[in-house]
């Protein structure tokens, strides 16, 4: 069966944000490379747990692709700490409103759309159950 366009969409919105976090765990690498690293296991360390979490992104992306359930439960819960996280830095001086945006606004579209999703197949699943009872 065809995955929907809505479940492409949520899908691609992981995926875009398990890449971006790719991206950045390159620049922590070739920052690393380029000796401005303070501490060298910190470094290291931090590029692990961001490939980690790149990995994992990715790993729900492909779960909502799927269909599976675990992947829109743990994609919104991805999607709200970005936005938790967006959203703390409002308090920053100087206001980092790149930072912010890129946090906040996927975030937003991604948590819409696995809300709408979650919603879809809730709908669905009691519609198959509803006709097994018959």
Same mark, same amino acid.
């Given at each position: 069966?065809r /995955?929907s366009?809505?479940t492409i *969409? !949520?899908? *691609?919105?992981?995926?875009? =944000?398990?890449?971006?976090l790719l991206v950045?765990?390159l620049? =922590?690498?070739?920052?690393? *490379?380029?000796?401005d690293? +303070?501490?060298? /296991?910190?470094?290291?360390g931090l590029?692990g747990?961001?490939?980690?979490?790149a990995v994992?992104?990715?790993?729900? +992306?492909?779960?909502?692709?799927?269909?599976r359930?675990? &992947?829109r *439960?743990g994609?919104?819960? $991805?999607?709200?700490?970005a936005?938790? $996280?967006?959203?703390?830095? @409002? &308090?920053?001086?100087p206001?980092?409103? +790149?930072f912010? @945006?890129s946090l $906040?606004? /996927?975030?937003?579209?991604g !948590?819409?759309?696995?809300? @709408?999703?979650?919603?879809r =197949? &809730?709908? =669905?699943?009691?519609?198959?159950?509803d006709?097994?009872?018959?």
């Amino acid at each position: 069966m065809r /995955p929907s366009r809505l479940t492409i *969409s !949520a899908a *691609s919105v992981l995926a875009v =944000e398990a890449a971006a976090l790719l991206v950045i765990a390159l620049i =922590e690498v070739f920052g690393l *490379s380029a000796g401005d690293a +303070a501490s060298l /296991p910190t470094a290291l360390g931090l590029i692990g747990l961001t490939a980690i979490g790149a990995v994992g992104l990715g790993a729900l +992306a492909f779960a909502t692709f799927r269909g599976r359930s675990f &992947g829109r *439960s743990g994609g919104m819960v $991805v999607q709200i700490l970005a936005i938790l $996280v967006g959203l703390s830095a @409002l &308090g920053v001086q100087p206001f980092p409103a +790149a930072f912010v @945006l890129s946090l $906040v606004i /996927p975030g937003a579209i991604g !948590a819409v759309l696995l809300f @709408l999703l979650a919603r879809r =197949e &809730g709908a =669905e699943a009691r519609r198959r159950a509803d006709a097994g009872q018959d």
